[in-house]
C-alpha cells in the first residue's frame, strides 16, 4: 500500500505549468506597470511631438522631434478643464504647444506673441504692443507679415483676457491667430524645450 498523502505527490507537468503560468503573469505585470508609468509621465511631466511642416522656420524643420515640458505651465488634468500648478507662467517669446481652437484633435506648436489684455499691431514687419516696439525674445530676426483676420495694415487686435495671440516664425508661411483668433490659456499643452532628433539637430529651443 502506498503510504504517500496526496500533498506528498508531485506532479512534474504541474509544476512546470505552474511556473510557466508564474512567470507570464510576471511579464505581463511588469508590462502594465510600464505603460502605465509612461502615460503618467507622458500625461503630467513630459511629451514627444514631431514637426510636420514648415511654419515654424528656421527654428524648427519638418522632422524635428522636440520634448514638450508640461511641468513648466502646470499639466492639464485629464477629461477636465482644470489645470495643476506649475512653475512659471507662460511668457511672450515661448515655444508653445496648444490644442488647436478650430480642432480640438489636433496640436499646434508657435511662438507665444502677446498676452490677454494687450493690444497687438503688426506693422512694417515688426510687432507692437500697447502702441510700443517690442523685440520678441528667440525670434529677433523674424519678418512677420500681415496677413489674415487679426493681422491687418494699421489694425489693432485686443486680445481677451485669458488667451495668448500666437504665430509661427515662418511668418509667411504660417497658419496662426492672425487667421482664426485667439488660444485659450487652458488650451496650452506646454512649452518646448528641446530638440532630440535628429541627432545633428539636438538642441535648446529658444
Keep these: 500500500m502506498n503510504n504517500f498523502s496526496k500533498e506528498e ?3 512534474p507537468m504541474n509544476e512546470k505549468m505552474t511556473k510557466t503560468k508564474s512567470a507570464t503573469r510576471e511579464w505581463i505585470e511588469s508590462i502594465v506597470i510600464a505603460l502605465l508609468m509612461a502615460l503618467f509621465i507622458r500625461t503630467f511631466f513630459i511629451q514627444a511631438f514631431k514637426i510636420p511642416s514648415g511654419s515654424m522656420h528656421p527654428t524648427l524643420i519638418e522632422g524635428d522631434r522636440l520634448i514638450v515640458n508640461k ?3 502646470g499639466p492639464l488634468v485629464p477629461f477636465t ?4 500648478p506649475g512653475f512659471s507662467h507662460p511668457q511672450r517669446g515661448d515655444v508653445i504647444v496648444f490644442i488647436f481652437p478650430e480642432d480640438p484633435k489636433r496640436d499646434f506648436i508657435k511662438r507665444l ?3 490677454g489684455g494687450e493690444t497687438l499691431e503688426i506693422k512694417d514687419g515688426h510687432v507692437y504692443i500697447n502702441d510700443r516696439l517690442v523685440e520678441i525674445p528667440g525670434a529677433k530676426n523674424v519678418y512677420y507679415y500681415n496677413r489674415g483676420q ?3 495694415m494699421n489694425q489693432k487686435v485686443k486680445i481677451p483676457l485669458g488667451y495668448y495671440f500666437v504665430m509661427g516664425d515662418n511668418s ?5 491667430s492672425r487667421y482664426w483668433g485667439f488660444v485659450p490659456q487652458g488650451s496650452v499643452i506646454g512649452k518646448a524645450e528641446l530638440i532630440y532628433w535628429p541627432l545633428q539637430r539636438i538642441r535648446v529651443i529658444h
Aim: hydrophobic share 35%.
Design 9 to 11: 505527490i508531485v506532479n
Design 71 to 73: 511641468l513648466r505651465y
Design 81 to 84: 478643464k482644470k489645470r495643476l
Design 113 to 115: 506673441i502677446a498676452v
Design 150 to 152: 487679426y493681422g491687418q
Design 172 to 176: 509667411g508661411s504660417s497658419h496662426d
